[in-house]
């Protein structure tokens, strides 16, 4: 039987990183995906990267992240086309202006410049923008959007480097068990002999960890993108922009822009079927917040899922020898970096970077931790 010393099921942002921090440390590792490396759920992503969230724990994880994404080309040796234009809040109600200013000194107190703004300061860094209806914006200049397939990459070619193999193409079917702890893990190919799983597998983590015995409430829920043809007389360098209330961003990307908004009809599922429903809700959002861009076309457009918690966090722990890192409820790639190093502290049973026992698959979801309201 082949046998690797951990199995991470997974080679998306979330399984990739853990891979190669593994790896790094000098473990063997073998990372098995259904499909193609991050073909899941990350190369469908907006590539956004920031520190601003509400609860601590993801601030500390994001904030660590962004760092590493800073060092990645230099560290790894593979290029993410990195933008750290900044993110800018839109907010237009006295409830969001408040939690955004208690979440802004959070996020100081925790070393991230964050800050708040005035409405004709959001306006000047994002000119698209109409200040109507606004009451105030929260902006940090070190955030950022990049590439994801290029992070992807990027882990998996440093940790084959260090000896991890990866097996696409390859899914995880089941796994067989002595009492709670895995064995082996099972695929068409057969089954892989190993003294623990890591389970990363996005909006598909669920079936996976009950494979593992590990309840894993994560539920898929779709969401699209847009990029418009080129924007005439196009503002570059402008930062991620997110009107709070409707959900609704853009980013650069390249002549034109990559668009996107939440539809709160959409139903929990896998599938990632482009439709037009959301459209009307989405023109309206433009229409209000950034008229100059409601004539702009578009060019083309794609579906991926969000794998979503009860509570918007992320489920990162241990429970025997599995552990898991997934349902970050759209932002898994951003804390990607810095979940990967956590994945190996608590495969090697040390002290992790970041103490990430309030997102344990265990919690009380009616009361700790808190609802992560930074969500796009």
């Not at 800050?115 to 902006?139: N, Q, T």
């Not at 892989?192 to 669920?206: L, Y």
């Not at 608590?346 to 919690?363: C, G, H, I, K, N």
Request: proline share 5%; hydrophobic share 45%.
């Amino acid at each position: 039987m082949e046998r690797a010393e951990v199995v991470v099921a997974g080679a998306g942002c979330l399984g990739a990183s853990a891979a190669y921090r593994l790896a790094q440390a000098g473990v063997d590792v073998l990372l098995l995906d259904r499909g193609e490396p991050g073909a899941g759920s990350t190369i469908k992503a907006a590539g956004g990267v920031r520190a601003q969230f509400s609860d601590e724990v993801n601030i500390a994880l994001a904030a660590r992240s962004l760092a590493q994404f800073g060092r990645f080309e230099a560290e790894l040796g593979q290029a993410i086309d990195l933008h750290t234009v900044g993110y800018l809040f839109l907010l237009s109600t006295g409830q969001d202006v408040a939690d955004f200013e208690r979440a802004v000194e959070r996020q100081n107190a925790l070393g991230v410049p964050s800050r708040m703004l005035s409405v004709e300061e959001a306006v000047a860094l994002s000119p698209y923008v109409v200040g109507d209806g606004l009451l105030a914006a929260a902006f940090h200049a070190g955030d950022g959007h990049c590439d994801p397939a290029s992070v992807v990459a990027g882990y998996l070619r440093a940790a084959r480097a260090l000896g991890a193999r990866v097996r696409t193409g390859t899914p995880v079917t089941g796994m067989q068990r002595v009492g709670e702890r895995v064995t082996a893990v099972e695929t068409a190919e057969g089954p892989v002999a190993c003294d623990g799983v890591v389970v990363a597998a996005g909006a598909w983590s669920r079936g996976v960890g009950a494979h593992a015995g590990v309840d894993l409430p994560v539920t898929p829920l779709r969401r699209q993108i847009l990029v418009t043809e080129q924007v005439p007389g196009k503002v570059r360098g402008a930062p991620m922009t997110i009107d709070h209330a409707t959900s609704f961003y853009f980013h650069d990307e390249g002549d034109a822009l990559l668009v996107g908004m939440s539809d709160p009809e959409e139903e929990p599922g896998f599938d990632v079927r482009r439709h037009d429903r959301w459209l009307p809700r989405l023109a309206a959002a433009i229409e209000r917040r950034t008229p100059a861009l409601a004539g702009v076309g578009i060019r083309t457009g794609w579906a991926g899922l969000y794998e979503m918690t009860p509570d918007h966090n992320g489920l990162v722990g241990r429970s025997g020898n599995v552990v898991y890192a997934t349902g970050f409820s759209g932002h898994g790639f951003l804390m990607a970096p810095a979940v990967g190093e956590v994945v190996r502290d608590l495969w090697l049973r040390q002290d992790a970077v970041v103490d990430v026992s309030t997102l344990a698959a265990d919690r009380d979801f009616g009361a700790a931790p808190v609802v992560e309201r930074h969500i796009v």
